[in-house]
C-alpha cells in the first residue's frame, strides 16, 4: 500500500498496524498519540467521557469484554501504550457513545443494492489527523478502515478481506443500563466473514449503546440497514430503492428506543430522502450544502452538532471484489482508490 506525497489528501494519513492483537494497538496508539495529546485530552468531550468513571455499569462493561473477546481487551491495552494515557480512561473513550448521548460521533450513509456510500462525520479538532489503518491481525482477516486518534477501528468505514464492507453512523441512544460497548461489538464485526456472521455476532451478546450499520459483501444483489441496540438487532434490506441514514434510529423494531434526535441529524435525514426522491446520486446527496443551516456536506465551525465530515467513502459491491474509494470533504476526485485492501491509487 505505498503512496506517494502527490496523492495523500491532508485530511487523511496512512498508517500499518500488525501482529498480535497488542501489536496491532499499540501501533494505532503511536500513531495517533501527538493529536490526542494536543486536541482530545483538552477537550470538553474527554472530559465528559472520563467523568464516567465511577458509573456502575464500568466493571460489568469490562467483564464482558474480558469473557467474549479478549482479544479486543488486548487491543485496547495496546492502544493505551502507544497513546502513554491510562488504560482506564482508553476504555472509557472507547465506550463514549454507550456512556454519553451526545458524543461527537456523526455520519451519513446512503445506501443501495449494490454500493454503500459514507460520509464520516466527527470531531472537527481531528481534521488533518485522521487516516486509514491497513490492519493485518495474525489469524484473522486483514482490513482497512478509517480510524480516529485514540479509538479502535470498526465504528467508522471498513472493507476486510473476506469480502464485508461496513459502515457505521452513531445513534445518540441514552444509557440504559449494562452491556457490550457498541465500539467493541463493531471491531468485532471486521474479523467477521460475511454480512449474516455479523449480525450473528451482534445477536449473541447484550448491548448497551446503539449504531447503524451499513453492511454489504462482494457481488452480493442486496446491501442491508441494521441498527443494534440494548433492545434489538433489526435488519432492512436494501434490494431495490436505495435510502439514506443519518444519525437517530428509524426501524420499527427500534420504536420506542430512548434517543436524542439532534437537528442535524432530523435535517439531513429529511434532506437526504428529498434528494433521493428526485433521484440524486449518492455522492450528489453526500456533497450536498442545500440546507444551509444544517447540510449534509458539514463543514461549519458552528456545526450545531460540534461535528464536521472529515472523509467521504464509495463503496461498489457489484464485482467479486470490492472496489471502493476514499474522497476529502467535497473533493471531486478520489485521494485513494481501492480493489479490495489493494491501494490502486
Not at 54 to 65: F, K, N, T, V, W
Not at 106 to 130: K, Q
Not at 158 to 163: C, D, P, Q, R
Not at 313 to 325: M, N, S
Request: glycine content about 10%; some cysteine.
Amino acid at each position: 500500500m505505498n503512496d506517494t506525497a502527490n496523492s495523500r489528501p491532508p485530511e487523511l494519513d496512512r498508517v500499518e498496524a500488525r501482529g498480535s492483537h497488542h501489536d496491532i494497538g499499540r501501533a494505532l496508539g503511536r500513531w495517533g498519540a501527538e493529536a490526542c495529546h494536543r486536541h482530545l485530552v483538552r477537550s470538553d468531550a474527554w472530559a465528559q467521557v472520563t467523568a464516567c468513571r465511577g458509573l456502575p455499569e464500568i466493571p460489568a462493561m469490562r467483564a464482558l469484554l474480558r469473557q467474549a473477546f479478549p482479544w479486543i481487551e488486548d487491543e485496547l491495552a495496546g492502544l493505551a501504550e502507544g497513546l502513554e494515557l491510562p488504560p482506564d480512561e482508553v476504555f472509557l473513550w472507547n465506550c463514549r457513545g454507550d456512556l454519553w448521548a451526545l458524543a461527537p460521533d456523526g455520519c451519513t450513509t446512503v445506501l443501495a443494492p449494490r454500493r454503500l456510500s459514507h460520509n464520516e462525520d466527527g470531531d472537527p479538532g481531528f481534521a488533518g489527523a485522521c487516516g486509514l489503518a491497513d490492519v493485518r491481525p495474525i489469524g484473522a482477516p486483514a482490513f482497512v478502515s478509517f480510524v480516529y486518534p485514540g479509538s479502535l477501528p470498526g465504528h467508522t468505514f471498513a472493507v476486510n478481506e473476506a469480502g464485508l464492507a461496513m459502515t457505521v453512523n452513531n445513534i445518540r441512544a441514552r444509557r440504559a443500563g449494562a452491556g457490550m460497548p457498541r465500539m467493541v461489538l463493531t471491531r468485532a464485526l471486521l474479523a467477521a466473514g460475511s454480512a449474516p456472521e455479523a449480525v450473528s455476532i451482534l445477536r449473541a451478546h447484550p448491548r448497551m449503546g446503539a449504531f447503524h450499520l451499513g453492511l454489504g459483501q462482494a457481488g452480493g444483489s442486496q446491501t442491508w440497514s441494521v441498527e443494534f441496540s440494548r433492545a434489538a438487532v433489526s435488519v432492512r434490506p436494501v434490494a431495490s430503492a436505495p435510502m439514506v441514514h443519518a444519525n437517530h434510529a428509524l426501524h420499527g423494531a427500534q420504536e420506542g428506543l430512548p434517543q436524542v434526535i439532534t437537528g442535524s441529524s432530523a435535517h439531513r435525514q429529511a434532506r437526504g430522502e428529498a434528494l433521493l426522491a428526485q433521484g440524486a446520486e449518492a455522492l450528489a446527496i453526500l456533497a450536498d450544502t442545500g440546507d444551509a443551516a444544517e447540510p449534509i456536506l458539514r463543514r461549519s465551525p458552528g456545526d450545531t452538532d460540534q461535528e464536521n465530515t472529515l472523509a467521504t467513502a464509495d463503496i461498489d459491491l457489484a464485482g467479486t471484489t470490492i472496489r471502493w474509494a476514499v474522497y476529502a470533504p467535497g473533493a471531486a476526485e478520489p485521494h485513494h482508490r481501492f480493489e479490495c485492501l489493494r491501494c490502486l491509487a
